[in-house]
């Protein structure tokens, strides 16, 4: 992971001279955007059938920067953390008409509504984790959230003041290994396979220019499987995923959820079988004040238990209860505690945490 993101800042550092020099012999010296987010955080994890316990302390940088120069545009994310330092995006993108992009490189994919409306920089997510079935692959997710390939967003509108959002992706994203999930690397793409990945996510408007939006999201994703000799592990895992969201904010309440219908097919290898369930999230947001607010979220699934593919993710939270408080204290600066009742497919635990967020530029 190291090596990985050393090699994209070095390759993004040198071609962006380049860039930049080929907008200014168009006649335009372009237009750069960056965003920096910091954040520290403190998580206590206590088991709830005893008086085992763990202690962590995590620290993130999330650096997000764009080029624009007429019709083209570039757009990279580098995260630097205690645990990882990786590029989370890297982007090239041609606008073929107003409000309709092209991209190739590696992105978000589309199917995910929380990675699409909650951003990425902890200081703009409400709560400090992310719905389990929402999580990084390299954080014990179980649903790929990176493809490398093209990627097409378009607004358009609807009626007199509405509108309507389309987003399609279709490339390659994660690898099973024996560490979870392992996402393709732009400049690392060493795996020996990687299967098609295609994610679409369609949302209604009920105000153009405004960020409240319900909608539907559909996704089908082969992983291969890098140790599919093992007992009880398949050779390939074909994951489709069906799914309706919204995402509202009234100013002094907010609401966030997901519902997933998800299908997975194991083939080759140890494991064979099919298996369905049902996945979800519903997120209630109260602001009391400019600078406080409180959340609830409750996470659950049924058929979880039965699935085959997820009993390769001992980790899962099956079913989740979260509270939690942030504090606005200084501009762009806020402190957030979290209090989490978890049950994975083995037993339960709490997990506290606290975090100090910031939007530093």
Known sequence: MHRNFVAGLIATLACWPMVSSAGANHGSSGQSELLVFASAEALR????????????????????????????????????????????????????????????????????????????????????SRPAIEDWEDEGGVVPQ???????????DVGSSSGLTVSAGAGVSAELGS????????????????????????????????????GVVASRTGIPVSDSNAPGVPGRVDLSMLGAFVNLDYGSWGLVSTLYSITTRLSGGAADGSDSMLAGYFQLLGRFSPTFSAVARYEGS???????????????????????????????QALTAEWADSHNLHSGYHQYRVQWSAALR
């Not at 979870?180 to 400049?187: D, I, K, N, S």
């Not at 299967?195 to 960020?211: H, K, M, N, R, T």
């Not at 939270?317 to 200084?330: G, I, N, Y």
């Open 45 to 128: 994890t206590t088991d709830r059938a005893g008086p085992a316990s763990s202690i962590e302390g995590l620290g993130s940088l999330d650096v997000l920067g764009s080029w624009t120069s007429g019709r083209f545009r570039v757009m990279g994310e580098l995260v630097l953390a205690t645990d990882e330092q990786d590029m989370e995006r890297l982007q090239l993108g041609w606008q073929l008409v107003p409000e309709t992009m092209v991209w190739v490189g590696r992105f978000h994919q589309p199917g995910s509504p929380w990675a699409t409306h909650q951003h990425h920089g902890q200081y703009l997510q409400e709560t400090i």
């Open 302 to 332: 049924y058929g979880a238990d039965e699935s085959p593919y997820l009993a390769l993710f001992e980790d899962f939270a099956e079913r989740r209860l979260v509270l939690a408080l942030r504090w606005d204290f200084a501009s762009k």
């Open 179 to 214: 560490d979870g999930l392992q996402p393709f690397e732009v400049f690392d793409p060493r795996s020996t396979r990687r299967l098609p990945a295609y994610s679409v996510q369609i949302g209604f408007l009920p105000d153009y220019s405004g960020e409240n939006v319900f």
């Open 146 to 156: 990176h493809v490398e390939g093209l990627l097409v967003e378009s607004r358009m």
